[in-house]
């Protein structure tokens, strides 16, 4: 059995955060509690885990990784309508710039590590060129969206390990069911709160009026300290700090986190800022405050309003729920996000990478026994102010 394998395998014990009877907020998941709930999205992963040892740049040790996050079946020719949010603007989305000019998202959005941003939107340039030849042809230019992490504490990220057919293969593999989470994808080498992490994702129903939708969120966990870690609101990282031992941390380096949030609800552009807004105050439930060099970066899109590329038409409608009516969807994106984190930690893989770094996975069952705890703790003070 290889590295990957192995990781895989181990992968496939770890459980999500629902499953250890944490429920986060009040709203109900869609049926697969993920971004994939969000009729037409579609994720991909590739996982790149290889070598071990002390870091020779270009050799390895490499855990590092691509994914991908479809907004439909053809964004270039059918554009949604998008928004983002920066917290803290130490990280880069590559093409947010536009999305927030236009409100609009015309390409896959992908997510790697720091250093293969370039690489991963040349490779996506090359994907849509084949398939669109208005491109190749060099009538129509492209910004691919491109979000990142650091994950040099594990991977020999200089080393550029990520080829163009590891972008090729996540961008054909997305599809709509269940993703894989924790050590994937891009999420390979990332770290929460000094435990393992990587790719988590979760999603909200809510009503609004006479119909129901959905809100999405897929992250990429990368920030935090062990001692901030909240989990539905309990200090559990306080606890494992005072008794995990033998572990290195990362110094000087808050780390980061993406956000992708998508949503069936008919939405216009500045609608869409205001709910990526809200995904931050879910990041901080989690322990999150925005340091000086971490980088909190929201994007999000609508799969209900899009915009054609070629029409005829001076003049398209478009539909909108009236501002005082999303409230609703406020919260569960702040609930969908907070899950999402804790889905990238309970379901990482404890992961040794360059120079022997080696990250611990949360322990389950301590999670478990922990947060039972908490919660006899309060039904006792519940039951005594009644």
């Not at 129509?140 to 080393?159: T, Y």
């Not at 129903?205 to 062990?226: A, I, R």
């Not at 322990?363 to 026994?369: C, E, F, G, Q, R």
Request: one cysteine or more; hydrophobic letters at 40%.
């Amino acid at each position: 059995m290889n590295l990957f394998e192995k990781y895989l395998e181990e992968g496939k014990l770890r459980k999500r955060a629902r499953d250890l009877g944490i429920s986060i907020g009040e709203y109900p998941t869609g049926p697969l509690n993920s971004i994939t709930d969000v009729k037409g999205v579609r994720v991909g992963h590739s996982t790149l885990i290889e070598g071990s040892g002390r870091r020779k740049p270009g050799n390895g040790p490499v855990r590092t990784g691509v994914t991908i996050i479809q907004p439909n079946e053809d964004p270039y020719n059918q554009k949604v309508v998008a928004g983002g949010f920066v917290l803290n603007g130490a990280g880069e989305v590559s093409g947010m710039t536009q999305v927030m000019e236009w409100g609009l998202i015309e390409t896959p959005i992908a997510l790697t590590n720091t250093l293969s941003v370039g690489r991963v939107s040349d490779c996506v340039v090359k994907w849509m060129a084949d398939k669109h030849p208005s491109i190749q042809n060099n009538v129509e230019v492209i910004i691919p969206v491109v979000g990142e992490c650091d994950d040099s504490f594990l991977n020999d990220a200089v080393g550029l390990h990520i080829k163009p057919n590891h972008v090729f293969s996540a961008l054909d593999s997305a599809s709509e069911g269940l993703p894989l989470e924790g050590s994937v994808g891009a999420g390979t080498g990332m770290i929460c709160c000094d435990f393992k992490a990587g790719i988590g994702t979760s999603s909200r129903t809510v009503k609004v009026g006479d119909h129901q939708y959905t809100v999405g969120v897929l992250v990429l966990s990368n920030f935090g300290v062990m001692e901030h870690l909240r989990v539905d609101g309990y200090p559990l990282g306080e606890i494992f700090a005072k008794g995990l031992g033998g572990y290195s941390r990362r110094i000087n380096n808050y780390g980061s986190i993406i956000t992708v949030i998508a949503t069936d609800m008919p939405l216009v552009a500045n609608q869409i800022n205001r709910l990526c807004k809200r995904a931050a105050l879910g990041i901080g439930r989690v322990g999150s405050y925005g340091a000086h060099s971490s980088g909190e970066i929201i994007i999000g899109f609508s799969t209900t309003n899009s915009v054609p590329r070629n029409s005829q038409r001076s003049l398209i409608q478009m539909s909108m729920i009236l501002d005082t009516f999303l409230d609703g969807a406020y919260k569960a994106v702040i609930e969908a996000t907070e899950e999402s984190i804790l889905n990238s930690l309970t379901m990482a893989v404890e992961m040794e990478g360059v120079n022997g770094n080696r990250v611990p996975a949360l322990n389950l069952k301590s999670v478990k026994d922990l947060m039972e705890s908490y919660s006899k703790v309060k039904m006792a003070i519940n039951g005594g102010l009644k």
